[in-house]
């Protein structure tokens, strides 16, 4: 097991005396150390973002625990492990990670992280060449990070989290602000990088064509608490995503259109829209 949240509530102080917000309620969460790629969904408030952050312990539980690869977290904060050895098994890829790039070149931010875990100056520079291929940024490696374009500042920002080889990776809403083009070329970066590396990716998003086309799991979160946690198909059959405020994939609403109109039978694959144009030219011959 890589994650796992045991009855874990989280509590926001409040402005008065003893006053408090309730973010997360009876999280009861597995998350395997490998081989998954899950979304986490909900409307805004409903506590994905904090969530996401107990998976690295950014933030500590108010009650329950959350155990971490081989350590367990509580709100006992004496008794926790030391928190950089547990985020070096989970990176954490923010929103807008490019706003804390900070040194001169690619190559040394980058290589920034690993030296922060304690790799060897030599091995850190390895670790941050051998990304910067699967990123295919290698040409950008002794330029400032502050004169690429937003696609290209956000991939160096993915790879100073990547050099380090934590085991699972966090994404928070990983495509906001960037363009349709942009969008896809990350989540296809993160896509073979998961099949490549068999790393699990857990990761926020809004968007339901992103979570159809590459989730392998979705978790909803609903007014505080988990109110769905399974597959993408058994999510959008039924009203379970209309209850938790989410809207149909496009490629979705598309099938249901041409089973109405057109008498079909196609079933929730997951298709892309690609591939069930493609199909519907096969039903054409």
Same mark, same amino acid.
């Given at each position: 097991?890589?994650?796992?949240?045991?009855?874990?509530?989280?509590?926001?102080?409040?402005?008065?005396?003893?006053?408090?917000?309730?973010?997360?309620?009876?999280?009861?969460?597995?998350?395997?150390?490998?081989?998954?790629?899950?979304?986490?969904?909900?409307? &805004?408030?409903?506590?994905?973002? @904090?969530?996401?952050?107990?998976?690295?312990?950014?933030?500590?539980p108010?009650?329950?625990?959350?155990?971490?690869f081989?350590?367990?977290?509580?709100?006992?904060?004496?008794?926790?492990?030391?928190?950089?050895?547990?985020?070096?098994?989970?990176?954490?890829?923010?929103q807008?990670?490019?706003?804390?790039?900070?040194?001169? @070149?690619?190559?040394?931010?980058?290589?920034?992280?690993?030296?922060?875990?304690?790799?060897k100056?030599?091995?850190?520079?390895?670790?941050?060449?051998?990304?910067?291929?699967?990123?295919? #940024?290698?040409?950008?490696?002794?330029?400032?990070?502050?004169?690429?374009?937003?696609?290209?500042?956000?991939?160096?920002?993915?790879?100073g989290?990547?050099?380090?080889?934590?085991?699972?990776?966090?994404?928070?809403?990983? @495509?906001?602000?960037?363009?349709?083009?942009?969008?896809?070329? #990350?989540?296809?970066?993160?896509?073979?990088?998961?099949?490549? &590396?068999?790393? &699990?990716?857990?990761?926020?998003?809004?968007d339901?064509?992103?979570?159809?086309?590459?989730?392998?799991? $979705?978790? $909803?979160?609903?007014?505080?608490?988990? &109110?769905?946690?399974?597959?993408?198909?058994?999510?959008?059959?039924?009203?379970?995503?209309?209850?938790?405020?989410?809207?149909?994939?496009?490629?979705?609403?598309?099938?249901?259109?041409?089973?109405?109109?057109?008498?079909?039978?196609?079933?929730?694959?997951?298709?892309?829209?690609?591939?069930?144009?493609?199909?519907?030219?096969?039903?054409?011959?």
């Amino acid at each position: 097991m890589g994650i796992s949240f045991q009855n874990v509530e989280y509590k926001y102080p409040g402005i008065k005396r003893k006053s408090f917000t309730l973010a997360l309620e009876n999280i009861n969460l597995n998350i395997n150390k490998e081989g998954e790629f899950i979304a986490i969904v909900g409307k &805004t408030g409903s506590g994905k973002s @904090t969530l996401l952050q107990h998976m690295n312990a950014l933030k500590l539980p108010s009650s329950g625990k959350v155990k971490i690869f081989d350590y367990e977290i509580t709100n006992k904060k004496r008794k926790n492990p030391k928190l950089k050895d547990v985020r070096k098994n989970v990176g954490f890829v923010f929103q807008f990670p490019e706003y804390q790039l900070f040194e001169d @070149t690619v190559i040394k931010d980058i290589m920034f992280a690993p030296k922060n875990f304690g790799f060897k100056k030599e091995d850190a520079e390895k670790e941050a060449i051998n990304v910067m291929k699967l990123l295919h #940024i290698t040409n950008l490696k002794d330029k400032s990070p502050f004169n690429l374009s937003g696609g290209q500042m956000r991939k160096v920002a993915i790879a100073g989290v990547l050099a380090y080889n934590p085991e699972i990776v966090l994404l928070d809403e990983p @495509t906001r602000g960037l363009d349709p083009k942009g969008q896809e070329e #990350i989540m296809e970066l993160f896509n073979d990088i998961h099949k490549k &590396t068999n790393k &699990t990716f857990v990761m926020i998003t809004h968007d339901m064509d992103i979570v159809y086309k590459y989730a392998t799991r $979705v978790v $909803v979160l609903n007014d505080t608490k988990i &109110t769905y946690d399974g597959n993408k198909e058994d999510l959008f059959k039924d009203n379970t995503y209309l209850e938790n405020h989410l809207s149909k994939p496009n490629v979705l609403l598309l099938i249901d259109y041409l089973n109405e109109k057109l008498n079909l039978n196609l079933d929730y694959d997951s298709y892309d829209i690609n591939e069930l144009l493609g199909k519907l030219g096969d039903i054409n011959e």
